[in-house]
């Protein structure tokens, strides 16, 4: 496998694990007109950002190239190695490893992104293949279950993009638990954003009750 930086590439091209490769493309276009040295003639910072966009954008935007790039960057599990023969065992004992990771860790300090593509990639295209070809539906049940525990943390983009993958190999009760568990997010995300403005609408509220009461 190639050496892998260890910048961030997301964060250069201001971008989350979860771009399109159409995403980075149009992220690249943007930061790469900003910071051209055509335009920032004798900025030694705005060449050497410019280097660095150029540097991301030639490893995000080539599938192979992100792949290796994702898998040393985030990776969760240092004892965690592709096998060259997976089977459903194994995936729902990765599953429960990362889910005993996920719950050991500070929630405020934990690896989002890097979680977010552990996850994605134990439900991968192949593994799913796996799953699907000689997974059981308690077992597969088992590893959803699992995967929803450790996509807690998440936010409902994240979390949107894990639960496709799981839907895969769902039945019909795991399809209801993973859309209450979206359903679920959405709203709380929702209250989270918009508490402090309704808070502070209700104070004001209750201000004018007080003062119109009073005269």
Same mark, same amino acid.
């Given at each position: 496998? =190639?050496?892998?930086?260890?910048?961030?590439?997301?964060?250069?091209?201001?971008?989350?694990? /979860?771009?399109?490769?159409?995403?980075?493309?149009?992220?690249?276009?943007?930061?790469?007109?900003?910071?051209? =040295?055509?335009?920032?003639?004798?900025?030694?910072?705005?060449?050497?950002?410019?280097?660095?966009?150029?540097?991301?954008?030639?490893?995000?935007?080539?599938?192979?190239?992100?792949?290796?790039?994702?898998?040393?960057?985030?990776?969760?599990?240092?004892?965690?190695?592709?096998? /060259?023969?997976?089977?459903?065992?194994?995936?729902?004992?990765?599953?429960?490893?990362?889910?005993?990771?996920?719950?050991?860790?500070?929630?405020?300090?934990?690896?989002?992104?890097?979680?977010?593509?552990?996850?994605?990639?134990?439900?991968?295209?192949?593994?799913?293949?796996?799953?699907?070809?000689?997974?059981?539906?308690?077992?597969?049940?088992?590893?959803?279950?699992?995967?929803?525990?450790?996509?807690? =943390?998440?936010?409902?983009?994240?979390?949107?993009?894990?639960?496709?993958?799981?839907?895969?190999?769902?039945?019909?009760?795991?399809?209801?638990?993973?859309?209450?568990?979206?359903?679920?997010?959405?709203?709380?995300?929702?209250?989270?954003?918009?508490?402090?403005?309704?808070?502070?609408? *209700?104070?004001?509220?209750?201000?004018?009750? *007080?003062?119109?009461?009073?005269?």
């Amino acid at each position: 496998m =190639p050496s892998v930086s260890k910048k961030n590439y997301y964060q250069v091209l201001r971008i989350t694990p /979860a771009a399109t490769t159409a995403e980075v493309k149009k992220a690249y276009r943007k930061l790469a007109q900003q910071y051209h =040295p055509d335009k920032n003639a004798g900025n030694e910072i705005a060449a050497l950002h410019f280097k660095e966009i150029k540097e991301a954008y030639e490893t995000l935007a080539d599938d192979t190239k992100r792949q290796a790039y994702n898998y040393e960057h985030f990776h969760l599990l240092k004892h965690y190695e592709k096998q /060259a023969a997976i089977t459903p065992r194994w995936i729902l004992d990765e599953m429960i490893r990362l889910d005993a990771v996920v719950k050991e860790s500070d929630v405020f300090r934990l690896d989002k992104d890097g979680l977010y593509i552990q996850l994605y990639d134990l439900l991968d295209d192949y593994n799913i293949g796996v799953l699907t070809e000689n997974g059981d539906a308690d077992m597969n049940k088992a590893i959803i279950q699992l995967a929803l525990n450790a996509a807690e =943390p998440l936010s409902y983009a994240y979390t949107e993009r894990i639960a496709s993958r799981m839907q895969m190999i769902a039945g019909e009760e795991s399809r209801q638990i993973i859309a209450k568990r979206l359903k679920d997010k959405k709203a709380n995300e929702l209250f989270d954003k918009y508490k402090l403005p309704l808070a502070i609408l *209700i104070g004001i509220l209750l201000c004018l009750v *007080i003062i119109f009461s009073s005269r």
